[in-house]
């Protein structure tokens, strides 16, 4: 067997550097297409008559109706030309209430809030016009190999691996030392679901507190899409559309590049060693 001198590894890996960053460029700008395009916007517009619920209401609406999608006030959903079902029970929130009461000794106003409780619906329960939606496709094609080698990283990584169906909608679930993934799809979306498993693993679990959910989305979806594209598993459609939902961009992902390619790189490297050369990765 032919040895690899240190002068060879060094080549091959600024030859694997160089061709990651024109990947991630190229990514980058499908992101922006997908973000400029009418059907995006439309599905701005609408999305931003929907209000971002605090952790406690949250924890309501999740309480009350499991799966829960989008949800909205009975006149709001009016607005959007849907109309809530005739005898759906609504789902009850707290709703902020801010008033000023007087000063009964100088007659001033302050300024208060209180909090009453409300109804809102989810999508379910109503009828009407369809939302603007963005396309994020399954992939449908089979990636044996690939996924047999990413399960051998996951292994080399202590990172215990799990394939069951139906992950309550996700496709796969990084728990910090364990991977799910689900194995109802075709073996490419599975295998493209561990790499972006496997990226948050390397990634978003040590100073959980320095980034967003956003940008963890952007750089295991980012990771993943190297990753695949390495192992010629074309992955862009749904990869940008992803990023797009995530509110990301291609100034985000340039600014990621190193870290997403450090990311890369090393699962590329692991799923490239041979199948009884396990090694352990700190």
């Not at 997908?34 to 931003?48: G, I, K, M, N, P």
């Not at 075709?186 to 040590?206: D, F, I, V, Y």
């Not at 990311?263 to 009884?276: L, T, V």
Request: hydrophobic share 40%; net charge negative.
């Amino acid at each position: 067997m032919a040895t690899v001198t240190p002068t060879g590894r060094a080549d091959k890996a600024r030859e694997l550097r160089s061709t990651i960053d024109q990947q991630v460029e190229s990514l980058a700008k499908a992101v922006d297409a997908v973000r400029a395009s009418a059907d995006f916007q439309a599905y701005l517009d609408v999305q931003a008559r929907f209000h971002r619920y605090s952790w406690c209401n949250t924890m309501l609406i999740y309480s009350q109706r499991p799966n829960a999608s989008q949800v909205a006030g009975y006149r709001a959903w009016q607005k959007l030309n849907r109309q809530v079902r005739k005898g759906e029970h609504g789902i009850r929130i707290f709703a902020p209430c801010p008033f000023k009461p007087a000063n009964a000794k100088t007659g001033e106003t302050d300024t208060g809030i209180f909090f009453r409780c409300v109804s809102v619906f989810d999508l379910s329960q109503t009828d009407g016009e369809a939302l603007p939606t963005v396309d994020v496709p399954d992939l449908d094609t089979a990636a044996d190999d690939l996924l047999a080698r990413l399960v051998r990283v996951a292994e080399s990584r202590s990172i215990a691996l799990a394939f069951k169906p139906q992950l309550g909608g996700a496709y796969g679930v990084s728990k910090h030392g364990a991977i799910d993934v689900d194995d109802s799809h075709a073996t490419g979306q599975q295998a493209k679901t561990l790499a972006h498993e496997l990226a948050h693993e390397a990634l978003h679990w040590e100073d959980k507190g320095t980034f967003t959910r956003t940008l963890a989305e952007l750089e295991a979806e980012s990771v993943a899409y190297v990753v695949c594209r390495h192992f010629d598993l074309d992955t862009s459609i749904r990869s940008a559309a992803y990023i797009a939902l995530w509110d990301g961009n291609a100034k985000a992902m340039r600014e990621s590049l190193a870290r997403i390619a450090d990311a890369a790189r090393g699962i590329i490297d692991d799923a490239e060693a041979p199948a009884d050369d396990r090694r352990a990765v700190a």
